[in-house]
């Protein structure tokens, strides 16, 4: 079974600028989710989506984090514009579907590393 | 929301010897308890997980127990090899919507 998959693996760029990253979930996965990882810390949930609706998006940045997931599949989260505090190693994870005991583990991708310079 | 403390930040063993590394959480409605190994350059991998009927869970050198009274759950490494070197994270969240909540992490070496 093919895991989680995202791109790109690495990314440089200026403050102000935009940048988009992509995820492909394990197949009939229902739920999605972005994950932010700053270096030294655990990941922190930014956004959770059940097929292709949100479920939960506090804490997303959204005067410049934006994120969408067409047709329940695959997903991109953009920046826009890019801040140094940005910097950071950006997650997707994906389950089966959440609100349904054992369904919910969740299994990560390899994960953006995002330098803002 | 939840805040989950994770100690310790560092460990460092000798490869056979036992590694624990313990967690405390704040919400008393979370249930599920996941852990997770991250190498370099990966992303976090799920090594083992327990929900809260149950104390303890083992699979093969590694086991997790729990405390719900106490709010803390540990993790425990067997025999530990090389391979065992990475970063640990626990992770806490309610069962009726696994948005997790991740510990700082702990950095393992295991000596050889």
């Known amino acids: 079974e093919a895991g989680v998959a995202q791109s790109p693996r690495y990314k440089i760029i200026e403050k102000r600028q935009s940048v988009a990253f992509w995820c492909n979930p394990i197949?009939?996965?229902?739920?999605l989710y972005w994950y932010q990882q700053i270096l030294g810390q655990g990941p922190k949930l930014l956004i959770q989506?059940?097929?292709?609706?949100?479920?939960?998006d506090s804490q997303l940045p959204k005067d410049r984090f934006s994120a969408e997931r067409l047709k329940g599949v695959d997903s991109t989260l953009k920046i826009q514009p890019a801040k140094l505090e940005d910097s950071a190693v950006y997650l997707c994870a994906s389950s089966l579907g959440a609100r349904t005991s054992g369904l919910g583990t969740q299994y990560f991708g390899p994960g953006t590393r995002l330098l803002v310079l | 929301g939840e805040n989950v403390e994770q100690h310790p930040s560092t460990l460092s063993v000798q490869e056979g010897d036992s590694a624990v590394i313990k967690c405390t959480y704040s919400?008393?409605?979370?249930?599920?308890f996941p852990w997770y190994k991250q190498e370099l350059g990966k992303g976090p991998q799920l090594i083992i997980d327990i929900r809260s009927n149950v104390g303890e869970k083992k699979d093969q050198r590694i086991a997790v127990t729990l405390n719900k009274t106490a709010k803390h759950f540990s993790l425990h490494i067997t025999e530990t090899q090389p391979e065992d070197s990475a970063v640990y994270f626990c992770?806490?969240?309610?069962?009726?919507?696994?948005?997790?909540?991740f510990g700082a992490g702990t950095t393992v070496t295991v000596r050889a």
């Open positions: 992770a806490a969240s309610r069962s009726n919507d696994y948005k997790l909540s």
């Open positions: 989506f059940q097929n292709n609706g949100v479920v939960d």
């Open positions: 197949s009939g996965h229902a739920t």
């Open positions: 919400d008393s409605a979370s249930n599920y």
